[in-house]
């Protein structure tokens, strides 16, 4: 199984980003896809989930802000982050819940 997320980048507050993880050896849709991300001295925290049934869940702090989504055809789930802000600057990571697969991270910067 391997997990490659890409898509971050610098941007200034306001704009928004797409990060994508790709799976392989694995299809997502039959998966629980979670979005996590690490800033500099912090805790990975959960940031957003996709359930194999199409549910979503989101964290407090990126509600109505973030969406996930998933592309099965191309064994693909996407975050879709608008409005960033400097506090949504961190790594982010995506992760086959209840596994031990992560991806390598990719690495988000909000700053003006």
């Known amino acids: 199984v391997q997990l490659v997320e890409s898509g971050g980048g610098l941007v200034e507050p306001g704009e928004s980003l797409r990060l994508s993880c790709v799976g392989s050896?694995?299809?997502?849709?039959?998966?629980?896809i979670e979005w996590h991300r690490q800033a500099p001295g912090k805790e990975r925290e959960l940031v957003a989930e996709?359930?194999?049934?199409?549910?979503?869940n989101y964290a407090d702090s990126v509600k109505g802000r973030f969406t996930v989504s998933r592309d099965n055809a191309k064994n693909t789930v996407y975050l879709q982050m608008n409005s960033l802000k400097p506090e949504d600057t961190a790594v982010y990571y995506c992760?086959?819940?209840?596994?031990?697969?992560w991806g390598q991270g990719t690495q988000v910067t909000v700053s003006s």
């Open positions: 050896g694995i299809f997502f849709s039959t998966y629980d």
């Open positions: 996709m359930f194999s049934n199409s549910v979503t």
């Open positions: 992760h086959v819940k209840y596994s031990q697969h």
